[in-house]
């Protein structure tokens, strides 16, 4: 029979009350609560701004996911594609605008329309009609926050200005939206939580180069990004990541792993298919095969590598944290070295790479990605398709059959070199 | 006499092999048929075909490995294993020096690349789409009216092949009925049928880098016009077994020999117990 994973702990128990707290608030907010929400994406997300404001953030990417993981995103897409949206156009969008039209939510309880629609601009130019749209849709004013794309290492001070005086363009319109000052002190404090935050996740992400790793970097890091992306800046965050590494370390500690006899080590790339997040996950544990690594977990930021917010520079470093350190702003030689990093330090046999359908500017490059780390590096790769939000491109028998081979012949890989040796 | 079996389920065809170790591995038994809706039925039927023909009885047989989409519903079975896998160790087993493999079978077309023992380097497969496959031929065929076993060598006659633009199983029926309204030789159009499919399966070959020695397996290869227009895009001659087409059960009872014989899984286990890692 089957191996099937379950994180063995209490982190992911704490992290689904802290996610079912957000969406109350949520919920009491469209109730008529004085509770300022904004909508915002993911990717290099200004959390910590918000805090100045006591505002709450909402993510259109996590009510989509969330649909998808309980098997409820098609009806949405299906919405949205009957109202002309194309048949590849970013999935996540289509559930998000179907929710829209159909009034449905993740968990049921409601959603308020947002004080602000910030479209904070990073990685994805799909974004900015997504989020023209939801602005046209909830009837909230909208602000564009223009991030470029990182085109060398580093930013350039220009760069950075110009997100500031954006920043703080965000700041006099959510005054004047919320009739509430800009409490700067909070604003501070908030960046100086997420530091720690910050901190603790990157000495989370350490903690799987143990072997066994004590959790699975791919599959379990996407639990904690919830709290990550919601709490980051405020205590109760600070508490959780606190309390999750004392747990995990305790397991490395302990050398208890996520398998009783962990087997293979990989690092993933790429979202996972979320419609069928549990199957995809069996079909790794079936293998005993723990993720070390992923560059998903690094979509809302990258701290593993040393960056953390500055509360002595708070507006420069939220704008460093959206240009410079979140994977889908950065170029794709960066992440080509972000995974060869993982390979090599994090001691995997291999890389996975799901490509996603209906993201091209997530995945576009992916081939070229394989050939480079299977010819140029010898590092056994996997390139996989299906997508993150809708079903009908997942098919589970050829997916299980490519994972199924990989891992087959890692295994038989080793068995030759032993054999030859 | 010690015997295992591989039993190969595929989407149109299940395979099965009776392979001996007596010191020499050898070949005992094969047999084919349709996989039709009963897999389970499709494999034992082959199984016990495999049996009679090697005049043993089945439980002579000391282990069998599943492949092929079917191989979970082999419930006499002891272990499966991925095509993939079975392929590239039947192929080293019969045609030895096999560095790449194509295999081209009904629904699925696979590169794979090859190491000396027979062991999977790299692969890459179609994705969810039928085109360079089997079916795609079968469905030119019946657009043709033409019997499955005829394509191959009435595409050798082709004088001037036809471009046929798209590599879609389903679109294709509508290229071929736009050539035979132009009035074109049926044997020029199934030679672009089958040059169109050589050149997709030739993309896919090189994502894992062509390295001779190049073995073809898979039913497909018993379709001289498909082995012809792929060693004229590859450039180089092919090796091809008579037993191509059983090339994953081939592998699978070899796989099924050592896992009999407790040599391979069980080593690479006691290496990951004694902590190598570290």
Not at chain 1, 49 to 77: C, D, K, T, W
Not at chain 2, 45 to 60: D, R, T, V
Not at chain 2, 139 to 167: C, F, H, R, Y
Not at chain 2, 181 to 197: C, D, F, T, W, Y
Request: glycine residues 8%.
């Amino acid at each position: 029979m089957a191996q099937v994973s379950e994180y063995r702990g209490s982190i992911h128990q704490q992290q689904k009350d802290m996610m079912l707290d957000w969406y109350q608030k949520l919920d009491d907010a469209a109730g008529g609560a004085d509770q300022p929400t904004v909508s915002m994406m993911i990717s290099g997300n200004c959390v910590e701004l918000l805090e100045g404001f006591g505002a709450a953030p909402m993510y259109p990417e996590v009510n989509a996911l969330q649909l998808a993981i309980r098997h409820q995103s098609l009806e949405p897409i299906l919405a949205a594609e009957e109202l002309g949206y194309a048949a590849d156009n970013c999935a996540y969008v289509k559930a998000d605008i179907g929710c829209m039209l159909k009034g449905i939510t993740p968990t049921g309880g409601r959603l308020p329309k947002p004080t602000l629609v910030l479209c904070n601009f990073v990685g994805c130019n799909t974004y900015v009609k997504w989020f023209e749209h939801v602005a046209e849709f909830t009837g909230a004013p909208l602000y564009v926050l223009d991030v470029p794309f990182l085109r060398g290492e580093e930013p350039s001070q220009a760069d950075v200005e110009y997100v500031v005086r954006q920043l703080k363009e965000v700041v006099e319109l959510l005054e004047r939206l919320t009739g509430r000052k800009f409490d700067f002190d909070r604003f501070r404090q908030a960046v100086a939580y997420s530091s720690e935050v910050e901190d603790l996740w990157s000495k989370i992400k350490h903690l799987s180069k143990h072997s066994p790793s004590p959790f699975d970097a791919y599959f379990d890091a996407i639990t904690l990004m919830g709290p990550l992306y919601v709490y980051r800046a405020s205590e109760r965050g600070a508490e959780f990541f606190r309390s999750a590494y004392e747990e995990l370390r305790a397991k490395r500690d302990a050398n208890e792993g996520i398998y009783d006899r962990e087997k293979f080590r990989v690092v993933v790339e790429g979202p996972p298919p979320y419609p069928y997040f549990r199957a995809f996950r069996d079909m790794f544990a079936k293998w005993n095969a723990c993720a070390v690594a992923s560059t998903y977990s690094t979509v809302g930021g990258l701290w593993e590598f040393g960056f953390r917010h500055d509360p002595d520079k708070p507006f420069e470093s939220v704008a460093m944290h959206m240009l410079a350190q979140n994977v889908t702003n950065r170029n794709y030689l960066q992440r080509y070295d972000q995974i060869r990093r993982y390979v090599n330090e994090w001691n995997a046999d291999g890389v996975i790479i799901h490509f996603v359908k209906s993201c091209r500017l997530f995945s576009a490059g992916q081939g070229d990605m394989r050939d480079y780390f299977t010819r140029q590096l010898g590092v056994p790769t996997l390139y996989i398709e299906s997508d993150l939000e809708d079903p009908r491109y997942f098919a589970e028998a050829q997916t299980k059959n490519r994972i199924d081979a990989f891992f087959e012949s890692l295994e038989h890989a080793k068995h030759a070199a032993k054999v030859g040796a | 006499m010690r015997i295992a079996a591989g039993v190969d389920v595929g989407s149109t065809q299940t395979k099965a092999v009776l392979m001996q170790d007596n010191g020499e591995r050898k070949i005992l038994a094969r047999a084919l048929t349709d996989t039709g809706a009963n897999v389970l039925k499709a494999a034992e039927s082959a199984f016990h075909k495999c049996c009679e023909s090697a005049g043993i009885h089945s439980q002579e047989v000391g282990y069998v490995v599943g492949t092929g989409y079917g191989r979970y519903k082999i419930t006499f079975g002891n272990a499966q294993m991925t095509e993939i896998s079975c392929h590239a160790r039947g192929a080293q087993f019969l045609c030895p020096g096999t560095r790449t493999v194509i295999d081209m079978g009904g629904q699925d077309s696979k590169a794979i690349s090859v190491g000396p023992q027979g062991e999977v380097l790299d692969f890459v497969m179609n994705d969810k789409c039928a085109a360079g496959t089997g079916r795609f031929l079968a469905n030119a065929a019946e657009v043709m009216g033409i019997g499955l076993d005829e394509i191959g060598p009435l595409s050798l006659k082709a004088t001037q092949p036809v471009k046929i633009a798209t590599v879609c199983t389903v679109f294709v029926e509508s290229d071929i009925l736009s050539y035979l309204s132009q009035g074109k030789r049926p044997e020029n159009i199934m030679g672009g049928v089958h040059l169109a499919i050589a050149k997709r399966t030739l993309s896919l070959a090189r994502r894992v880098n062509i390295e001779p020695e190049v073995t073809m397996t898979g039913g497909v290869a018993r379709n001289c016009g498909m082995v012809h227009a792929l060693e004229t895009v590859l450039g180089r001659k092919m090796q091809i077994s008579p037993d191509a087409h059983y090339m994953g059960a081939v592998g699978a009872a070899i796989f099924a020999l050592e896992k009999m014989d407790d040599t391979f899984e069980n080593t690479v286990w006691r290496e990951h117990a004694a902590g190598s890692r570290n």
